[in-house]
């Protein structure tokens, strides 16, 4: 990406911690322990608040005032560390110790890129650093990652080595510009299967609102008396200095999945309008003595099908027999179809161990 800094690090582990994660992330690649207690204000102590008093200036080791004498700019909770950019060496501002190991967690919520953006350097270029811009495509890219074969339920994956040596950057690079295509590596079959990741940006944004519109957690956050500190919010996803270009895609592979008609109305019923451009078709079609759904979708329709399914859904504790038989049913269906769409993707294959 013109201009673009170098990613500090590989952020490979970034997917499972965004998704189903329980450590606190203080670096792509670096964790440390969960703490049961991540700060314990004093309620004697006298707190500044820093109101950006010293956003901008030039960071050292030795920078005073101290932190601690500060609240931090992400929480209730009383600062430890000056936080700065490592682009431009400009601090942002003071940072408890959870927030400060969350960096990941900041471009998912609006606080948290406004404190990117304290950086004059980050303000006046339009953007905050790669590897933030990186995080904010990680759990969407995740579900994607996240694949099917017929001989399991669900495998997980990772991006096939040697496919490009510019790792996330890449990623975000491409997903940018229009369209993203990588090879990815199941880690979960003994005989390791390659396939082909392929999704256009418009797609990945369908899938990006869903996630966020269904609140899905993300993973990796630390302790907090209070309770979830970070939730999904609808923040930028690009900036200005990436230029979409035509981009040359293969047609996305459309599968059809019919829902039994007792969970297919009440999953119709519960759908909401942010599903409106998720699906090709969705039609009732008669078979037999009843109807059933018929959705008609390629993979990143069906994944937001699968997520819905699979959160929070209100309710469901009152289903009767025949709707808990029909998610299951959909369930299974869904899987094996995602499964044949990444069969008929050119260029999967199974590779000798």
């Not at 700019?73 to 940072?95: E, T």
């Not at 590897?131 to 074969?149: A, K, S």
């Amino acid at each position: 990406m013109p201009g673009e800094p170098e990613i500090l690090a590989e952020p490979d582990d970034l997917v499972p911690l965004l998704i189903s994660g329980s450590t606190v992330v203080s670096g792509f690649g670096e964790t440390a322990p969960v703490t049961t207690s991540p700060n314990s204000p004093d309620p004697a102590r006298s707190l500044r608040s820093h109101e950006g008093a010293f956003a901008g200036a030039v960071y050292k080791t030795r920078f005073r005032p101290l932190a601690r004498e500060f609240g931090c700019d992400l929480c209730p909770d009383p600062a430890a560390f000056w936080d700065h950019c490592h682009d431009h060496g400009s601090i942002r501002g003071p940072l408890c110790r959870s927030c400060n190991g969350s960096e990941f967690l900041w471009p998912h919520a609006d606080r948290g890129v406004g404190h990117l953006m304290a950086c004059p350097g980050c303000r006046e270029r339009g953007y905050p650093p790669s590897r933030n811009r990186v995080g904010r495509i990680v759990p969407t890219l995740g579900l994607l990652l996240d694949h099917f074969h017929t001989s399991r339920t669900g495998c997980s994956g990772r991006w096939a080595e040697g496919a490009d040596r510019e790792g996330w950057a890449g990623r975000l690079r491409d997903l940018s510009a229009g369209h993203l295509l990588a090879r990815v590596t199941c880690a979960d079959e003994p005989r390791e299967a390659h396939f082909l990741l392929s999704v256009s940006r418009e797609r990945f944004e369908v899938l990006d609102r869903i996630r966020v519109a269904l609140g899905v957690p993300l993973g990796g956050q630390p302790y907090c008396p209070e309770g979830v500190r970070w939730t999904p919010a609808p923040t930028p996803l690009w900036y200005s200095d990436v230029l979409r270009v035509p981009a040359v895609r293969p047609e996305a592979e459309m599968a059809t999945v019919a829902v039994p008609g007792s969970y297919g109305r009440l999953l119709e019923a519960s759908l909401g309008p942010v599903f409106d451009d998720a699906f090709e078709d969705l039609r009732w079609l008669r078979r037999g003595r009843s109807g059933v759904l018929q959705v008609t979708s390629d993979a990143v329709g069906l994944r937001a099908l699968l997520l819905f399914m699979t959160s929070g859904w209100a309710g469901r504790s009152q289903w009767e027999a025949r709707e808990r038989n029909g998610h299951a049913t959909t369930f299974e269906r869904i899987g094996q179809a995602l499964a044949d769409l990444q069969a008929a993707l050119p260029l999967a294959q199974r590779l000798s161990p």
